[in-house]
């Protein structure tokens, strides 16, 4: 967290300081299989595709940049179709594929896979991190599922710039509907790490909706079918006169394409009669056929294939029709139904009453899942989009509004919070705060109170999820609570303010009531990295990253610096009587320092300019807000506190 | 009160009047004020509706996205309040339990207390439920489990039925007796917004077993 307490209340969340131009925003869709990026060209999305001499081994004209790293021995990172067609299947354990999977997820959902995973995981380095996973990798390396996402979105960041002709403003990185915090955080921490400017998370399903009504001027309640690589999600919008509202939201964050290979993976490997430990080689082998089997069953009714099990091996033929494929997978599909079920209840409706069915992501190609879609929702699904491309050009329609490029005032984004958010209390017991398919921004109060004397912190466990029990929901973070004023037990009034953003990300802030002081908070991300982590894992980058990280940091400090000084220079003027004469020479001091080192390059400098204005003023700060206070500010929000005392400040998460 | 941006009298709508800069919310508005509605329980949805999109279009955080961030935290607090508001506004019963509150009723059971500004603790009254009438629910909910137990989907159908049609009854006379105005209606009031929560669990079992089915 930032050390801005010259006139303080950290908001969780909140990014330092936005600074995107008005152009050059575009749309990410990071994919578990394939990632693309889109602009808005002319007032209409396009994918940007790869250049003859793109990195990665792309054909020139692709616009699907397949998600798949590979990490060298000498430290090289390669991204895209050379990772995954050349180096994957003699590096399994050094080329991370599907890394969306692994995305806020702990090291027990991570060993859940291993069977059919080909990664060696890294042990935690410290306790405090054993929640999430690192994947081992040549040059004795762990990187987590964050850096390796980071690597993909570089990959799209250089074609976009190289399209632009300039830098990157800033980018809507698209997610699955239904994941849930610790998810969507990963996702914005991995574009933070890959030096994007994150514009907002935005659902799959929405940015589908939203390319597809903005292209057909399509009106009613539509139904978003979306099976990607690893993710599925079920969304229902009503379109009305530009207005996108999501009505439900459902799905499963674990379950796509990777579950059809899996399946038939292991169908094959019985086949030829394997079993026990499979090693890393042959498993990537496999999954690879199956994957190439599965995609060529999706226009041929019989395929077959010949695969060298190891180096050197003869290569042994593996045969599958249709039939027995969709045999397989159907099992797997069915877990489809649920959700689907759920969503439509959900938001009120009935199948009959959908004015269509859209269909997102590259397994609602196959025969056997269009079909099932047509039989839960009664209809055929609508086939005139690209299921690839649809989601990738929604965000960048997106992504152009945000940054204020086009004038599409009418259009309005109305999306839910995909799971209910809860507290644990006694008893291990999940109480809901925000309840599913809530539309976001969205938030909730709640009021605790201390249990032991002089009491001055306090622990608060919140979880994601529809089950009553705590154990049965998915934790996302510990909350901890400090800087409570000490008084008799039970005479505190915390006050815990939830607030569910527009990216589906939770922030939460707190206040004691009876002293109406702010509390710290500090969050434990259950699956995740905390700010530090992150902030350091861009300081280790520096050694091998582009200059423009750099640069955006100093630009970032060099604003901070702006508005620290502003609001020094605008309390000073508006409540002398506060300061003494020392003070007001040391903060005008601290004023002076801070804009020499403003003037200069280096960020560290300005840094420490900053804090020590911080220091010089945290008296006269902590005066003027009990002044501010007792002038009958009390009860009242802490926005409108801080922003009557005229401090725009924001800490870290 | 000052505007943040450009320190001039902001005037009482969302956005300055001086420089169109978006203003903080106001925590202590409640829901049907930031709605713009009348504090009644009848009114029209589809007005309600218009005016909740018209207000969110305008505020939005997708509009402020790379403003000041000041001016992004006025139009978050904002549009948390607004789509609150709408959440307690659009559903019948949830805008009665909140008029309710508002004029000081308290209902007396296990459902918290909303969080939503606006009401003024002065003149409660708390109202819990007549003995006879929970004797009655419960015995009904004793023949409800007896029907699902003996699989007899029939009977559970038509209990659905007659607890449907004494909850629509309730749901007229709340509204009946919230716009009349008289404290007398509101206790009446108060007392049937109870009813309404046990007819509401009593029906969410009887669906229970349809699937996929949804409230009243």
Redesign the interface.
Same mark, same amino acid.
């Given at each position: 967290m930032a050390p801005d307490v010259l006139f303080q209340i950290a908001?969780p969340g909140?990014t330092r300081? *936005?600074?995107?131009c008005?152009t050059n925003a575009v749309g990410i869709d990071l994919g578990t299989t394939n990632s693309l990026v889109a602009i808005v060209d002319a007032g209409k999305p396009v994918c940007l595709t790869a250049d003859d001499d793109d990195a990665g081994g792309a054909d020139a004209g692709d616009a699907m940049v397949p998600s798949v790293v590979h990490y060298a021995e000498d430290g090289d990172v390669v991204v895209g179709a050379d990772a995954r067609d050349r180096l994957a299947p003699d590096h399994p354990r050094d080329t991370i594929a599907s890394v969306k999977r692994f995305m806020g997820r702990g090291m027990r959902d991570a060993e859940a896979t291993r069977r059919l995973t080909p990664y060696r995981f890294a042990p935690a380095a410290t306790a405090a991190d054993e929640g999430v996973v690192r994947f081992a990798v040549a040059g004795g390396r762990a990187v987590t599922p964050m850096e390796v996402s980071a690597e993909i979105l570089k990959v799209l960041k250089r074609r976009a710039e190289a399209a632009l002709g300039g830098p990157l403003a /800033?980018a809507v990185i698209t997610v699955p509907a239904y994941f849930d915090d610790g998810q969507r955080q990963a996702t914005r921490d991995a574009g933070r790490l890959a030096g994007i400017e994150v514009?907002?998370l935005l659902n799959e399903p929405t940015a589908a909706a939203l390319a597809y009504g903005l292209d057909k001027q399509a009106e009613g309640t539509f139904a978003v079918f979306d099976l990607g690589g690893g993710t599925f999600d079920i969304s229902i919008l009503k379109l009305e006169?530009g207005?996108f509202e999501v009505k439900a939201t459902g799905g499963d964050s674990a379950l796509g394409g990777d579950d059809f290979d899996r399946v038939i993976a292991e169908s094959l490997i019985a086949g030829i009669g394997r079993t026990g430990d499979i090693e890393p080689h042959f498993v990537r082998r496999m999954l690879d056929a199956a994957r190439a089997l599965k995609e060529a069953l999706t226009v041929d009714s019989e395929a077959s294939l010949e695969v060298a099990l190891a180096d050197g091996d003869a290569p042994t033929r593996f045969a599958l029709t249709r039939t027995e494929m969709e045999a397989l997978v159907a099992p797997v599909l069915a877990r489809c139904a649920g959700p689907v079920?759920r969503a439509?209840?959900d938001a +009120?409706t009935e199948p009959g009453t959908l004015s269509g069915v859209i269909l997102v992501g590259g397994a609602t190609r196959m025969p056997l899942v269009r079909s099932f879609v047509a039989e839960a929702f009664g209809r055929e699904p609508l086939a005139d989009i690209d299921p690839d491309q649809v989601v990738a050009m929604g965000a960048a329609v $997106?992504a152009d509004?945000?940054? +204020?490029g086009a004038s599409r005032?009418?259009v309005?984004?109305?999306d839910v919070v995909p799971l209910s958010l809860g507290l644990e209390t006694m008893g291990g017991v999940a109480e809901k705060l925000i309840h599913r398919n =809530? =539309?976001?921004?969205? +938030?909730?109060? $709640?009021t605790f109170t201390t249990f032991a004397d002089k009491q001055t912190g306090f622990d608060l466990h919140v979880v994601q999820g529809e089950r009553e029990l705590v154990s049965e929901c998915r934790s996302l973070a510990r909350f901890t609570l400090t800087g409570i004023p000490p008084m008799p037990a039970g005479m505190a009034r915390l006050e815990v303010e939830f =607030?569910v953003?527009?990216d589906g990300i939770l922030r939460v802030s707190a206040h004691e009531e009876v002293t109406g002081r702010q509390t710290a908070i500090e969050v434990k991300p259950s699956y995740g990295l905390t700010d530090a982590e992150v902030e350091r894992m861009i300081l280790d980058s520096f050694a091998n990253a582009e200059q423009d990280v750099e640069t955006r940091l100093l630009v970032e400090q060099r604003v901070e610096a702006d508005s620290i000084v502003a609001a020094a220079r605008s309390a000073m003027r508006d409540s002398p009587e506060l300061l003494t004469d020392a003070e007001r020479d040391a903060i005008t001091r601290a004023v002076a320092d801070v804009e020499v080192a403003r003037g200069g390059n280096d960020r560290h400098a300005i840094r420490a300019a900053i804090e020590e204005l911080d220091h010089a003023s945290k008296e006269f700060a902590t005066r003027r807000m009990n002044r501010a206070l007792e002038q009958g500010f009390r009860g009242?929000?802490v926005? *409108?506190v801080?922003?009557?005392l /005229?401090a /725009?400040k924001?800490g870290g998460r | 009160m000052l505007c943040w941006s450009c320190q001039r009298e902001a005037g009482p709508g969302a956005f300055c009047v001086a420089c169109g800069a978006l203003q903080p919310a106001n925590d202590a508005a409640d829901a049907f004020s930031v709605l713009g509605l009348p504090a009644r329980y009848g009114i029209d949805l589809a007005t309600a509706e218009a005016a909740y999109k018209e207000q969110s279009r305008q505020v939005h955080p997708d509009r402020f996205a790379t403003a000041d961030p000041r001016a992004r935290r006025a139009s978050l607090a904002r549009t948390v309040q607004l789509n609150q508001a709408w959440l307690t506004v659009k559903d019948p019963l949830r805008r009665a339990g909140y008029l309710l509150e508002r004029a000081g009723m308290l209902i007396g059971g296990d459902d918290k207390k909303s969080a939503v500004g606006g009401g003024d603790d002065k003149r409660t009254a708390e109202v819990s439920a007549p003995p006879a009438f929970l004797l009655e629910i419960i015995e009904l909910h004793e023949e409800l489990r007896a029907a699902r137990r003996a699989g007899d989907s029939v009977k559970v159908a038509f209990m659905a039925e007659e607890i449907r049609g004494r909850a629509a009854q309730s749901m007229a006379g709340i509204a009946q007796a919230l716009d009349s105005g008289e404290r007398a209606q509101l206790e009446k009031a108060a007392r049937s917004f109870m009813a309404m929560r046990y007819y509401q669990r009593f029906l969410e079992e009887a669906l229970a077993d349809a699937g996929g089915g949804h409230g009243p």
């Open positions: 908001e909140e300081v *936005k600074h995107a008005r /800033g514009l907002r006169d207005v079920r439509i209840a +009120g $997106q509004m945000l940054a +204020g005032d009418d309005l984004l109305l =809530t =539309t976001v921004p969205c +938030g909730a109060r $709640q =607030t953003d527009a009242r929000s926005d *409108k801080d922003a009557e /005229g /725009g924001a | -």
